[in-house]
Nanobody, 127 residues
Framework: QVYLVESGGGLVQAGGSLRLSCAASGNIDSINDMGDMAWYRQAPGKQRELVATITSGGRVKYADSVKGRFTISRENAKNTLYLQMNNLKPEDTAVYYC??????????????????WGQGTQVTVSS
């Protein structure tokens, strides 16, 4: 089985920066294609919201609230997703999750697809 593991969260002052990473772990040799990937976030008492997406080919989209401040990128050879967050605001405080909705693997049992999620990493921005 393949897992997604986020890292890079923490406490930062408003105006500061953080870089989140999301790396595939587990049986990574079985990965056929990570597919399109995304970052979501969930603030206390709020629904999970989509922050940014990136296709296998590198096309990106952002939520209006983070445009011009956040940059999503990926390193396919390392099965890793990134989120560079600049000019952070207190309203960016949330648990950030990475998602690979079409992660495909190939094992002796054949191809399989999974909607993979990481465990989340906390980002706290103080005013």
């Amino acid at each position: 089985q393949v897992y997604l593991v986020e890292s890079g969260g923490g406490l930062v002052q408003a105006g500061g920066s953080l870089r989140l990473s999301c790396a595939a772990s587990g049986n990574i040799d079985s990965i056929n294609d990570m597919g399109d990937m995304a970052w979501y976030r969930q603030a206390p008492g709020k629904q999970r919201e989509l922050v940014a997406t990136i296709t296998s080919g590198g096309r990106v989209k952002y939520a209006d609230s983070v445009k011009g401040r956040f940059t999503i990128s990926r390193e396919n050879a390392k099965n890793t997703l990134y989120l560079q967050m600049n000019n952070l605001k207190p309203e960016d405080t949330a648990v950030y999750y990475c998602n690979a909705p079409g992660l495909s693997t190939y094992t002796a049992g054949g191809f399989a697809w999974d909607d993979a999620w990481g465990q989340g990493t906390q980002v706290t921005v103080s005013s």
